[in-house]
């Protein structure tokens, strides 16, 4: 066991670049220090934004609006449709409206503790910073929060936390954040500084004199694969965590554009770190095309709880106070149903594993509204959380003002991604990597509340400073156009691959590969995972991997709409990325956060973190053979790190 | 922003076809309430057509701002039909309405044919009564005053004695009502005088209306053919 | 359950396309009508045959991306639900469903069920947006907006821009969409100063994208996943009369 002492050193590959100087004065310093790019030029400047999310719609309209030319990439029909759109709970800021003790360092403390540790610092205090902003341009945008009585704007408490900052517009919180953006988007495409390309998929990076410099697209309408230059590539796609092929993303979430900016050099951080959100609608059967998150706000009047007797076949209703067993309050008294994400998950998953689970699968547990119900009135309860309740009852039949919600674990967010310094910057010069698609927040769990605060901090309010940072030491001469002979290389692959996957005409489809490898990886890559299983996992993908090229079926032709074609695709690098996750997964030798390693926990069978040999990034790099693995030593100097405890 | 511009767009369209719509509805009623003045005797009618007539300017004033409602709510009304078919070259092998809230009833969905039997309606029945026989032909009548007048009280007592009036003229005033029973609610809707609150207020006003008219128009017809 | 389904299938936009009909014998009341779709093209997948195009994403009733003439309803049978949320407990054991794509010459078949929207982003480019920048924004708190003013913009807001609204229409009029982002940002202090400007420009652009003219069915509230108001029409029709009499 335990990994090589020389592999534990920082690596000199990865420069977090992070400025000196007090914590708290950082990103001033940055800022003020940072090359400027003049008007002029940055209109002779082409930068092509990869998605339309949170971090892609902010990044894209802010950079117009300062004057870039931009190009934006998306592959639903609207960017409108991006995944951001269904993040229901809230976003959290240090606005300390409800004057209830919070403060940027308290942000900041939280979110690094609900991270177990495992994020840089200065990264993590810089977006409790910036948090106030985008609360402030949200609202100027016409954003509709919930508001008091008072026309003040209102907050709530989110899991994790013990103050209440998180913002909220009903349970569609991310839809108007996404509308506000891709309103700032849609403002700056009236005025012709942005170009919009819907559905379009990068399908690849290229790369010439050692820097992003264009990207290959497949316009999903005709199949032509398309040529873009730029002077740097903002990479806005998302998470992975499709991978586990049920989740809360959407269908079309993939890590295509990411995977492919791993095999041309940018290094992937941390895979191993996704997060189950504890409160998902359950599985009902193998049809099950995804899985639908009810939002982590739920649990500020929802109680959790089993019946104490596995053979307590009641209906919710009619079991007694006495035979239930609120476990969550019972095992983390101060905290009790607001523990953060993995903690819940995890124990929901014990409590089924041990027998007490409910529902025809046995793999739920209740999320129960009578107490709150009877406490604060049903209206109240319809005001906080009316369009959750009716999409719990469209979706499961059952009325949950009546009847305790059943909820499971599901994968919801992926901490990991490609690895960037406090630039924002790959380790490919000029591919700058925003949102969830890259690695630096949330260490080994993301808080609630916070994936939308750090989607819109990194394109509102830190890209424009860090892109003019890379653009001003570029020199005219480093450009490149579509006539590159990169560009004919990188084409000619991707254009290969397809066709490949068109002409092997096996006998499975994407879907069937999909759903394999979802398997494999829920099972052994999921809530808890060990070395055995993760050994046997990896070899298990390497087959499967191997039967995908070999018996892949993929319908119709490259040169039309086909659905299945893209998925294809997309599921190939699932299988690959499936790969390391595990990988990776096996490597951290710790429990931390989204990563529960069976052999590494407490006598009471909580997470036990190696802070000796794991504080740090696992950043790996694609080779021609096994990755290559690069480790960034984190270095706490401002938080102490403890474990934590929300007993 | 330019005038007709803005009466030309898809909202303008639909302000002009509510306003020139509550014109004719105020007219309608107008018409109704003269029409019960059958009811008294020939030296009520007679002397109200001829009152009106008397008003001289104003009354060809409102007869040119009448007209001109007639024809742009015509017009307009035809043109969004045509637009219509534009907008959907390609129809739906099934369509169903979605119920309610949806205000797409009978009414609504035969504005179109209403509105152009409406139409040729309009230019029979001004044949009949307004370029109908008059003075020349002898429908002359006198009144308590002894002036001499059109007896429009005879015209109208033949023409509703014929079964085709009689039964014709009823079922062109149901769908009159009809007309107006989705036209009041969308010309309040289309003035934008109307809010979530009022809404089933407005639409209940739009049906009571409707069927006041219809009823109000009804009543003279079958009592000539019946009662006289 | 046994599901018949009666499918529109067509190439491409010029193509003509024709409904054919398929079996899905292994249907469950708990799926999703998606999921129907799903299993329907593994089916034909394994057979040789080409699958039913459709757009999805979210399948959680918020991108907007699906949207399909279930029975000849947009979006299906169920009051206030995406056909990604309308699950086969809504229909019985031998059903025969037909799906058509949503219809409007402003949005053509790409093929079988997809159809493109992209008019519903020029409506938003016309100037669907606050005419701000980034970093200019005052604290958030500086304007108290009443809580029925900041409830009402929000039920505008919640738009998903699917476009039932246009399928349904018989006009084939896109004025619920455009009406919904007018009053949600003319309710709010923010995006009222410029309502005049953008209620003349997305009407405009609405006229142009060749949307048919509205004769207030309300049929479009009546199929709104979101359940939007045409009290919505009503404003935005009130902003442009407002905005015509102030020059």
Partial sequence: MGSPVAERSQSPRLDSKVPSGRLQEKWDIYKNSVSLVSPANKRSHHILVVGSGLAGASAAATLAGLGYNVTCFCIQDSPRRAHSIAAQGGINAAKNYPNDGDTIWRLFYDTIKGGDYRSREANVYRLAQVSNNIIDQAVAQGVPFAREYGGMLSNRSFGGA?????????????????????????????????????????????????RACGLIARNLIT???????????????????????????????????????????????????????????????????????????????GRVWVPKDPKDSR?????????????????????GNLVPRDVASRAAKKECDEGRGVGETRLAVYLDFADSIRRLGEHTIRERYGNLFEMYERITGDNPYKTPMRIYPAVHYTMGGLWVDYELQSTVPGLFVLGEANFSDHGANRLGASALMQGLADGYFVIPYTLGAYLAGTRQSDQVTETHEHFATVEEEAGARIDSMLKNKGDKSPTQFHRELGRLL??????????????????????????????????????????NLEFAGRVADFIELGSLMARDALRREESCGGHFREEY??????????????????????????????????????????????? | MNLITALTSPVGRKVLTGATGIGLVAFVIAHMIGNLSYLPGPEAYNGYAHKLLSLGWIFYTIEILLALCFLLHAIIGISIQIRRWQARPVGYKMYKSAGKPSRSGYSARSMIFTGIILLGFLILHLISFKYGPGVAEGYTATLDNGESVRDLHRLMTEKFKEPLYAFGYPIIMILL???????????????????????????ALAAILGVFVAVGFLFVPLYIYFLV | MIINLRVWRQEGPESPGKLVDYTVPEASEHMSFLELLDVLNEQLLADGEEPVEFDSDCREGICGSCGLMVAGIAHGPQKRTAVCQLHMRSFKDGDTITVEPFRARAFPVIRDLVVDRSAFDRIITAHGYVSVTTGSAPDANAIPIPKDTADEAMDYATCIGCGACVAACPNGSASLFTAAKIAHLG?????????????????????????????????CEAVCPKGISVAGIASMRRAYMKGLLSG
């Fill in chain 1, 223 to 301: 199949g032509e694969l398309e040529r873009y230059a730029g002077d740097a590539v903002l990479l806005c796609t998302g998470g992975y965590g499709n991978a586990y092929y049920l989740s809360t993303n959407a269908k079309n979430s993939n890590v295509t554009a990411a995977w492919r900016c791993y095999k041309r050099g940018a290094f992937f951080a941390n895979p191993c770190y996704t997060q189950i959100h504890p409160t998902c609608i359950p599985v009902s059967g193998d049809y099950q095309s995804k899985l639908t998150l009810m939002s982590e706000s739920l649990r500020n009047d």
């Fill in chain 1, 162 to 210: 013990q103050v209440s900052r998180t913002f909220y517009a009903r349970g569609q919180t991310g839809q108007q954040l996404l509308l506000g953006a891709y309103q700032a988007l849609s403002h700056q495409v009236s005025m012709g500084r942005v170009k919009m390309l819907p559905r379009r998929e990068m399908i690849d990076l290229v790369v010439a004199n050692d």
């Fill in chain 2, 177 to 203: 009502g009809m007309h107006m029973r989705h036209g009041v609610w969308s010309a309040l809707q289309s003035l934008g005088m109307m809010s979530r609150r009022l809404s089933p207020y407005l639409y």
């Fill in chain 3, 187 to 219: 309710l709010l202090p923010q995006g009222e100063v410029e309502s005049p400007q953008r209620v003349t420009a997305m009407v405009n652009q609405m006229d142009a994208e060749g949307f048919g003219d509205c004769s207030n069915y309300a049929e």
């Fill in chain 1, 601 to 647: 926990q407490t006598p009471e069978g909580e997470a036990a973190r190696d802070d000796e040999a794991f504080a740090d990034v696992a950043a790996w790099e694609h080779t021609e053979q096994d990755p290559a693995l690069h480790l960034e030593q984190l270095s706490f100097e401002n938080v102490h790190l403890t474990k934590r405890s929300y007993k």
């Fill in chain 1, 522 to 563: 829920w099972d052994h890559v999921g809530m808890a995972r060990n070395r055995t299983d993760l050994m046997s996992t990896i070899d298990a993908i390497e087959n499967l991997k191997e039967e995908f090229w070999e018996r892949i079926l993929v319908p119709g032709s490259a040169d039309r709409y086909n659905k």
């Fill in chain 1, 315 to 335: 209906a919710p209703e009619m079991i007694p106070e006495d035979a239930r067993d609120y476990y969550l309050e019972r095992r983390y008294p101060s905290f």
